[in-house]
């Protein structure tokens, strides 16, 4: 079993840029697919990119592409999401999880071992 936890989120302008870090501890993190969601209030949990443990391969919802970058690090055990330029309507609770498929499927019921999520609240 692996363990998430999720830090970086907080308040930011429309335009701006944060840092998401997902510090995973526990099983061997390197050998994981891994993915960041989010979830909005009023809203189903939604795919936001992956990442391939195995040649550092890398999805997008369409939503997000050309604005955020996931990345690894497999000797600190973390994943990041860098995101830029910010929206209003990327204001949600970030999320990271393991993906439970060999191949990545951009569902939430393809990802388990959920962190605790970190709020990220974009102001105009």
Partial sequence: QVQLAESGGGLVQAGGSLRLSCAA?????MTFDMGWFRQAPGKEREFVAAIRWRGGS??????????????????????????????LEDTAVYYCAVSKTLVVVPTAASFGSWGQGTQVTVSS
């Fill in 58 to 87: 890398t999805t997008y919802a369409d939503s997000v592409k050309d604005r955020f970058t996931i990345s690894r690090d497999n000797a600190k055990n973390t994943v990041y999401l860098q995101m830029r330029d910010l929206k």
């Fill in 25 to 29: 501890s526990g099983r061997t993190f």
